[in-house]
């Protein structure tokens, strides 16, 4: 079994694409720093990406960028923050990233969206030890919906040709269930290169960093691929979607929490966040809202219908509605065996 770890010598730039004005969420918070469960869309991206221990890491911004670029210098102040000008476009937006980088900058490029929540670590080293020996690796995935997403076109050796948006697809094209991430490896050479050479002549006169994929192609430049779990690439557009993620992502928390000895009576109705922490045999019951750096200690129960922010509950202490005037605790209090 090939073991999946990204060596040194091959640790990627990573950039990721935070430019994009997120309309349908209908917010004057930018759509990249939504919150899933305690931390941000882009914050989950970044977290990610951790996992191939990035040499350099760039994103880029232009809607709100005072705000974005605010938090990713919180979040992430290593990151180097790359300005999108006007022109529009994924292909500009990759462009822009790479303005901000040496010139001579070498070895694999990993793109990526800024608003895919789900996307994990491990599927990053996956697709960067799919690339190993190639140029170009696509993350792709296979949808049961494949509406508004760019449509994988393979030939008849089953190399990917080309990458075809939604709305410049032809019917055949709009059957082909495999889709486009918008998470790719490139070697930064190349994409230099194909980058310049990238047009506007499309539905949405955009640059499209797809483009960059059929134009290989017809130099003869080979193109991996690297097939992905379809909710790890599912984008953000709108809050419907941000409600189903973050019910996952709950749902993924709780399961860790009770596979490490932790009673959650009610998942359905217990929600937590990234940043909280359990010890063994400990008890949630229904209604509980834990957020923060809430620490729940061996033998502590909480519930029913308890808000603790960022609260720590001592080892056998009971935090519940019957037992509190305050069912809401916040900013760091401690509460100890014998206050409850
Ligand atoms: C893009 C892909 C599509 C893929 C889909 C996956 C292209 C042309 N299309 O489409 O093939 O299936 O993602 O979700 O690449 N962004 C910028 N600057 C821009 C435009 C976008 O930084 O000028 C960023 C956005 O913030 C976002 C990402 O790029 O993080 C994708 O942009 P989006 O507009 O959502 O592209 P799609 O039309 O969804
Ligand atoms: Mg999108």
Same mark, same amino acid.
């Given at each position: 079994?090939?073991?999946?770890?990204?060596?040194?010598?091959?640790?990627?730039?990573?950039?990721?694409?935070?430019?994009?004005?997120?309309?349908?969420?209908?917010?004057?918070?930018?759509?990249?720093?939504?919150d899933v469960c305690g931390?941000?869309?882009?914050?989950?991206?970044?977290?990610?990406?951790?996992?191939?221990?990035?040499?350099?890491?760039?994103?880029?911004?232009?809607?709100?960028?005072?705000?974005?670029?605010?938090?990713?210098?919180?979040?992430?102040? =290593?990151?180097?923050?790359?300005?999108?000008?006007?022109?529009? +476009?994924?292909? !500009?937006?990759?462009?822009? #990233? @790479?303005?901000?980088?040496?010139?001579?900058?070498?070895?694999?490029?990993?793109?990526?969206?800024?608003?895919?929540?789900?996307?994990?670590?491990?599927?990053?080293?996956?697709?960067?030890?799919?690339?190993?020996?190639?140029?170009?690796?696509?993350?792709?995935?296979?949808?049961?919906?494949?509406?508004?997403?760019?449509?994988?076109?393979?030939?008849?050796?089953?190399?990917?040709?080309?990458?075809?948006?939604?709305?410049?697809?032809?019917?055949?094209?709009?059957?082909?269930? =495999?889709?486009?991430?918008?998470?790719?490896?490139?070697?930064? +050479?190349?994409? !230099?290169?194909?980058?310049? #050479? @990238?047009?506007?002549?499309?539905?949405?006169?955009?640059?499209?960093?797809?483009?960059?994929?059929?134009?290989?192609?017809?130099?003869?430049?080979?193109?991996?691929?690297?097939?992905?779990?379809?909710?790890?690439?599912?984008?953000?557009?709108?809050?419907?979607?941000?409600a189903?993620?973050r019910s996952i992502m709950n749902r993924r928390l709780l399961e860790k929490a009770m596979r490490a000895g932790v009673t959650v009576e009610d998942p359905s109705s217990t929600w937590v966040e990234v940043g909280v922490t359990f010890e063994e045999d400990t008890l949630v019951r229904p209604g509980s809202y834990l957020t923060g750096s809430t620490s729940i200690s061996t033998g502590a129960a909480v519930g029913p219908h308890v808000y603790l922010d960022s609260v720590h509950v001592g080892p056998g202490v009971d935090v519940s509605f019957a037992h509190h005037s305050h069912t809401s605790l916040k900013n760091d209090s401690s509460i100890k065996d014998g206050q409850s």
């Open positions: 079994m090939r073991e999946l770890t990204v060596t040194s010598e091959h640790r990627p730039t990573v950039i990721v694409l935070a430019a994009g004005a997120g309309t349908r969420m209908k917010s004057s918070t930018p759509k990249v720093l939504h931390r941000s869309l882009v914050g989950h991206v970044l977290h990610a990406a951790s996992a191939v221990e990035p040499e350099r890491l760039v994103v880029v911004v232009r809607h709100q960028r005072d705000l974005v670029a605010a938090h990713i210098a919180d979040i992430a102040p =290593e990151a180097i923050i790359a300005d999108q000008d006007e022109i529009p +476009g994924t292909g !500009r937006a990759v462009w822009c #990233g @790479l303005q901000a980088l040496p010139d001579d900058l070498e070895g694999p490029v990993l793109v990526t969206a800024a608003d895919t929540p789900l996307l994990d670590g491990d599927t990053l080293v996956g697709l960067m030890a799919a690339h190993e020996g190639n140029d170009i690796t696509v993350l792709t995935t296979r949808v049961p919906d494949a509406t508004g997403y760019g449509r994988i076109v393979r030939d008849e050796a089953g190399i990917i040709s080309s990458i075809v948006e939604h709305r410049d697809a032809t019917p055949e094209q709009l059957e082909i269930d =495999e889709i486009n991430s918008s998470m790719y490896v490139f070697d930064a +050479g190349l994409l !230099r290169t194909m980058l310049n #050479g @990238l047009g506007t002549d499309n539905a949405q006169g955009e640059m499209y960093l797809t483009d960059v994929i059929s134009n290989a192609y017809k130099q003869g430049i080979p193109i991996g691929s690297y097939l992905g779990d379809p909710l790890c690439v599912e984008g953000v557009n709108d809050r419907v979607q941000l189903a993620l």
